[in-house]
Nanobody, 125 residues
């Protein structure tokens, strides 16, 4: 069983930065593919970024390329999402997700088996 806990959300002005953290329990962290998804009110959950087990491959939604960076520290069982140049349209609940399976399409939420409770990010204009 894998438990994920997100932190680092908050209220920030447009153009500002936040760093989200996703801490995972268990001894399988280095075997996990980790993704970040966002969900704004009234909208479907959307892919933001994902990172493979060693961190050698990273994937981003087009809307965040050049602004967000996903990284991981396997020694600390933690994945980070550095969010720069934030825009009001980035406002959403951000979820951390994980899977032990060797999935091929990391952008699809059904590929992930474990989810955190989410952290709110609000960007004011």
């Amino acid at each position: 069983q894998v438990q994920l806990v997100e932190s680092g959300g908050g209220l920030v002005q447009a153009g500002g930065s936040l760093r989200l953290s996703c801490a995972a329990s268990g001894r399988t962290f280095s075997s996990l593919i980790i993704g970040w998804f966002s969900q704004a009110p009234g909208k479907e959950r959307e892919f933001v970024a994902a990172i493979t087990q060693s961190g050698s491959s990273r994937y981003y939604a087009d809307s965040v390329v050049g602004r967000f960076t996903i990284s991981r520290n396997n020694a600390k069982n933690t994945v980070y999402l550095q969010m720069n140049s934030l825009k009001p349209e980035d406002t959403a609940v951000y979820y951390c997700a994980a899977t032990l399976r060797l999935v091929s399409v990391l952008q699809r939420s059904p590929e992930y088996d474990y989810w955190g409770q989410g952290t709110q990010v609000t960007v004011s204009s």
